[in-house]
């Protein structure tokens, strides 16, 4: 497997040189700062790319361009920004970037609701707390008809979780929800994500889903013209938020994109942790029913609780096996170098780690602290040369 990381260009605190001292080979990056739809020219990539390889490494994924909202309604300027989106791709594929990770997640990217969980070992932890993100959308946005989301039960423990808070709590959950993650397309304002929703507002999950499959059509046939495995990236996390529909969320949702463009083009990024935090989804089953079409992976791990709460574990704990994971991935590259294939090496990158030691007192992103990751990336890689040893 390729040992990738993800960097968020020349303003990420975590450098170049601090992701080749962790190990890591390939790059996972983006041109976070063309955000608006424009297209990433060459001039644009081909200066990424330099200071990859200045730094004696490889841009392995792409991750991401963003998908705009009017793309996954298919209304006011989609065809415009569309077509964008196609040049980009098609520029990222001249310009030598091999597989670009993308999501159709609608208004929000990943959530979390609490970006310094305490762990019992003194770090911290991204969490996702079901009860506390009903009371935000209940409560505090109000959006309109947001109780017919949730059983009366649910609501009523939102009620009672909001009436302990203070106002600088619920301002930081509020924050933590709606500010913008690192990797995401946009951040809001309560006014504006109110907004933003009820433009979805008449759209269902099996419009969504359609919509995602007249974007596919359109944008795998330029991935394969240009060298380009698309991987789209599951919802995080993988069930409905504001009563918005997310399609890329279980096995059946995968199965039905590939099935739509049966292609190698169309492919998947395997995120153990986000399609782990949903009960009922075998992530170790979900990489042998996939293998073939898997061109990216995230190894991280959640533990999950009974109400759809869920926090960001250690890499080697929480509810995915991930020996058997990195098993089945193994046993797929060498599948791979077998028949010739030139994808035969999965990039995978470590995510997501706790924010530990030093980087307790410097300024990160979160999820994207140094230290985390490297512990990640160093268990990863021990639990890869111990499979390789026993196969």
Known sequence: MLESWRWFGPQDPVTLSDARQAGAHGVVTALH?????????????????????????????????????????????????????????????????????????????????????????????LRFDMIDFVAYDVFVLKRRAAEDSYAPDVIEAARQRLAQKSEHEILTTEKNII????????????????????TFDGVSADDMRANLIEFLKEVVPVAAENGVRLAIHPDDPPFSLFGLPRVVSTA??????????????????????????????????????????????????????????????????????????????????????KEGHSDSVIPMRPDHGHLLIDDQKKTVNPGYSCIGRLKGLAELRGVIAAVDQLT
């Not at 998947?268 to 979900?286: H, K, P």
């Open 179 to 198: 500010a913008g993650l690192p990797g995401g397309e946009d951040s809001h304002t309560r006014e504006k994500i109110r907004a933003e929703i009820a």
């Open 252 to 337: 059946d949702d995968v199965q039905t994109i590939l099935n739509a463009i049966d292609e190698l083009a169309n492919g998947i990024t395997l995120c153990a942790g986000s399609y782990g935090s949903r009960t009922g989804n075998d992530v170790v089953g979900m990489a042998k029913r996939f293998a073939g079409r898997i061109h990216f992976a995230h190894l991280r791990n959640v533990t999950k609780e009974p109400d759809g709460s869920f926090i960001e574990s250690e890499h080697l704990a929480g509810d995915v096996n991930m020996v058997s994971l990195i098993s089945v991935l193994r046993a797929e590259e060498r599948r791979r170098e």
């Open 33 to 125: 700062h063309i955000y608006d739809g424009r297209i990433w020219t060459p001039d644009d990539i081909a200066e990424r790319m330099a200071l990859v390889k200045k730094a004696g490494m490889t841009w392995s994924v792409c991750e991401s361009i963003p998908v705009n909202s009017a793309i996954k309604r298919r209304d006011g300027e989609w065809r415009r920004t569309l077509d964008a989106w196609k040049q980009s791709l098609a520029n990222l594929g001249k310009g030598g970037v091999p597989v670009v990770c993308y999501n159709f997640m609608p208004v929000v990217d990943w959530t979390r609701t609490n970006l310094m969980y305490p762990t019992e070992a003194g770090g911290f932890a």
